[in-house]
């Protein structure tokens, strides 16, 4: 298995159908093999190599806008969870991604974005988001029902988590960028 070093520079490749759709540089923040902390900058550059399902969502944009992200990806689960700040460093919100547990390689690791969002407000509020994606995603043929089922049971272990305020990532409650 791949353990990165913090501080280096790896790449994070969203592949659909075992092909890459996106790609871009994040820097490693920390890692033991379980849990792998990168923070993506403002300014990091999109690739987007040709692919047989069409351009991808973010396609327009050349790269990541005005937040830090520091995006924390536990082996196995079938989310992430982004921690925003606006470039000052105030924190902005928590937000669950639901994606493919990561794959990790020499050169950086692999996921798959499923769509469904979860954000999570500094006052505990929560706000679903792209819901329809997920239907979206499976009629377009983008991912199968198998994958719908992991994504909705992921979303109900991550909601669990959250409603006993025993959710893994606390223990970044105080990372700054």
Known sequence: ???YEPGSSIQRFEVLHEQVWMQHPVTVVSDDGATLAVRLDPGSGFTFPPHPFGAH???SHAAWGSTVVLQLH???DHYGVWKFFDRAGTFLHWYVNFEAPIVRGREGFETDDHGLDLIVHPDGRREWKDVADLHWQRVTGR???GTVGRVLAA???VTAQLDANAHWWSRWDG???
Do not use: C, K, L
């Open 155 to 157: 979303a109900a272990d």
């Open 74 to 76: 536990r082996t196995g």
């Open 1 to 3: 298995m791949w353990i």
């Open 175 to 177: 990372w700054t960028p």
């Open 143 to 145: 991912i199968d029902e």
């Open 57 to 59: 969502p973010w396609s």
